[in-house]
């Protein structure tokens, strides 16, 4: 079966004004929807033509095959950067809540550490917040870099730092972008993905 491009967790217009519908809808519509067509076409009639997609990513990166895993990795990160946002942040539940105070001293320590990488890092990426058994760090990968591939830990969280994600809102102020997307995280879901043994299954 094809890999479907995965539905936003909440309508459009439901970040703003943090991320506004304009930028979800060429965000998800265009560039997202982009990586899952290719990533369809560049599977179409291989032996990963009925994989899941976390398996696709780590295939390609297995196999040496750039081409399939920048589309396939891509698709991933944007379907887990879709719900590791929500108009309800919250916070992190009680389990989740120590690991942080224990790794990096407190909750807002922990958010100015994620959020110095993602504005230090250099051109397009994305900055993650993983787990090491009960340990946290914080960590970018360039371009389509994927925890899936690499031993840096297992994705709790994750912010899109490619200038797409935020251009249309904060044209290239990605501080401001960062600041806005800091308040909108998705404590539930990194709640989840830290009780979790394993890295996030993208839908579909």
């Known amino acids: 079966m094809p890999i479907a491009l995965t539905p936003l967790p909440y309508a459009k217009d439901a970040l703003a004004p943090a991320i ?3 930028t979800l809808e060429l965000h998800h519509g265009k ?49 887990f950067y879709w719900h590791s946002l ?29 959020s110095a990488e993602a504005e230090g890092h250099f051109a397009s990426g994305w900055a993650w917040l993983l ?15 994927c925890p899936l591939t690499d031993a840096k830990g297992r994705p709790l969280l994750v ?23 800091l308040g909108i995280l998705n404590w539930a879901f990194a709640d989840a993905n830290f009780a979790s043994k394993h890295p996030w299954t993208y839908p579909g």
């Open 20 to 22: 506004s519908a304009a």
């Open 31 to 79: 560039h997202h929807k982009g990586y899952v067509d290719k990533t369809n076409a560049a599977i179409e009639g291989t032996d990963l033509t009925d994989a899941g997609l976390n398996d696709i990513v780590k295939a390609a990166a297995e196999k040496d095959d750039a081409k399939l895993f920048n589309q396939a990795a891509q698709a991933w990160n944007h379907g």
């Open 86 to 114: 929500s108009p309800e942040s919250g916070k992190p539940g009680a389990d989740l809540a120590a690991a942080i105070e224990k790794s990096f001293g407190s909750h807002d320590d922990m958010l100015e550490k994620l």
């Open 131 to 145: 787990a090491d058994g009960e340990s946290l760090s914080v960590a970018t990968t360039h371009d389509a870099g």
């Open 159 to 181: 912010i899109d730092v490619w200038e797409h994600a935020y251009y249309l809102d904060r044209k290239n102020d990605r501080k401001a972008y960062l600041t806005a997307a």
